[in-house]
């Protein structure tokens, strides 16, 4: 099992960058595909990128593709996504999220609480 929390949330202009970060807990963290997922209120939550075990291997919504990137970093227990030319459109919840999967856009297994991004026109 492992426990996620995210941080790095905020408000920003369009046109701005953020960087969230999700810490977990666990000595296995290498062995879960993670991911970032958002929602915005009265939608279903959304895929935005995934990692493979490894950090090798990526995987983006079209909606962010080329603005976001997705790392990991299994010394420390953590992932981040570095989000750039922010639109308002991505103002939504972001979730981080892993999997017992390699790599997946869906069916994760454990969620973290989720960090309020805001992005002002």
């Known amino acids: 099992q492992v426990q996620l929390v995210e941080s790095g949330g905020g408000l920003v202009p369009a046109g701005g960058s953020l960087t969230l970060s999700c810490a977990a807990s666990g000595r296995t963290f290498s062995l879960y595909g993670l991911g970032w997922f958002r929602q915005v209120p009265g939608k279903e939550r959304e895929f935005v990128a995934a990692i493979s075990t490894s950090g090798a291997g990526t995987l983006y919504a079209d909606s962010v593709k080329g603005r976001f990137t997705i790392s990991r970093d299994n010394a420390k227990n953590t992932m981040y996504l570095q989000m750039n030319s922010l639109k308002p459109e991505d103002t939504a919840v972001y979730y981080c999220?892993?999997?017992?999967?390699?790599?997946?856009?869906?069916?994760?297994?454990?969620w973290g609480q989720g960090t309020q991004v805001t992005v002002s026109s």
């Open positions: 999220a892993a999997t017992y999967k390699f790599l997946a856009t869906k069916d994760y297994d454990y």
